[in-house]
T-cell receptor, first 114, second 112 residues
Framework: AQKVTQAQTEISVVEKEDVTLDCVYETRDTTYYLFWYKQPPSGELVFLIRRNSFDEQNEISGRYSWNFQKSTSSFNFTITASQVVDSAVYFC???????????FGAGTRLTVKP | GAVVSQHPSWVICKSGTSVKIECRSL??????MFWYRQFPKQSLMLMATSNEGSKATYEQGVEKDKFLINHASLTLSTLTVTSAHPEDSSFYICSVYAREQYFGPGTRLTVT
């Protein structure tokens, strides 16, 4: 069975603060993919990143960075110098290598105040 | 540009009526499409996997007679909510896997 846990339901920060969104997953598969999506108020999911289970290199994209720790089954997402436009719900998701359906965490609602 | 489209983007219907939601894969031929449902302030939950030319596979707890799925072509899957009730009000999102997972913009259904 696959499961994704995002323990933080809501986070509120002030602009320019750094914020980390946690994601812990469970899977019996040895090969899998992890994702982060952003869902703004419009509802449309915005793809942020995909990470393969065999690639534990951390990744940085502008103000976004991701820390993948297979030993602790975590795939955390950090926004540096947050901005008001970062306010959204962020979902972590897991998909097995040989299965095309995706399982989502409960989501973390991030509010960045000016 | 968009890879997956959905129509309509929102719909309001009366209790007891049926509503059809279309999901189109614009750039890929999709033998498999996925339907998700998202209640307000909740996560996306997989409802069913739509298979072109065969019956859909429903997740546990999803009524297949209530949520009819038709995947008649490689670019179109439809979800029909039959005899809709207010508790069916939700945000319905379809997804296509083609080298990557693409999501449609969603359809907001409100049943009054």
């Amino acid at each position: 069975a696959q499961k994704v846990t995002q323990a933080q339901t809501e986070i509120s920060v002030v602009e320019k603060e750094d914020v980390t969104l946690d994601c812990v997953y469970e899977t019996r598969d040895t090969t899998y993919y992890l994702f982060w999506y952003k869902q703004p108020p419009s509802g449309e999911l915005v793809f942020l990143i995909r990470r393969n289970s065999f690639d534990e290199q951390n990744e940085i994209s502008g103000r976004y960075s991701w820390n993948f720790q297979k030993s602790t089954s975590s795939f955390n997402f950090t926004i540096t110098a947050s901005q008001v436009v970062d306010s959204a719900v962020y979902f972590c998701a897991l998909r097995a290598y040989n299965n095309n359906d995706m399982r989502f965490g409960a989501g973390t609602r991030l509010t960045v105040k000016p | 540009g968009a890879v997956v489209s959905q129509h309509p983007s929102w719909v309001i219907c009366k209790s007891g009526t049926s509503v059809k939601i279309e999901c189109r894969s614009l750039d890929f031929q999709a033998t498999t499409m996925f339907w998700y449902r998202q209640f307000p302030k909740q996560s996306l939950m997989l409802m069913a996997t739509s298979n072109e030319g065969s019956k859909a596979t429903y997740e546990q707890g999803v009524e297949k007679d209530k949520f009819l799925i038709n995947h008649a072509s490689l670019t179109l899957s439809t979800l029909t909510v039959t005899s809709a009730h207010p508790e069916d009000s939700s945000f319905y999102i379809c997804s296509v896997y083609a080298r990557e997972q693409y999501f449609g913009p969603g359809t907001r259904l409100t049943v009054t």
